[in-house]
């Protein structure tokens, strides 16, 4: 799975929408659509926000490990 498939799932999971996930990272919404499409990559300041806001380690959503195991 795909960096971007992989922080959609789990926005999804978590019920959230882009928008909510957008703010609590700090970007635009349309800047959060292009890293979630797949046609952007997020900055290093905003990796890890986005693993705090997803509840998710950073070796997975870079494909470093199999799981989400924290």
Do not use: W
Not at 13 to 25: E, M
Not at 33 to 38: K, P
Not at 53 to 60: H, R
């Amino acid at each position: 799975m795909e960096f971007h498939d992989k922080i959609k799932k789990l926005r999804n999971d978590l019920k959230l929408t882009q928008p909510q996930v957008a703010d609590y990272i700090g970007i635009t919404y349309q800047n959060y659509q292009l890293i979630e499409y797949g046609k952007s990559k997020p900055s290093f300041d905003t990796l890890i926000k986005l693993c705090k806001c997803l509840n998710a380690s950073a070796d997975y959503l870079l494909g470093l490990k199999e799981n989400n195991g924290r």
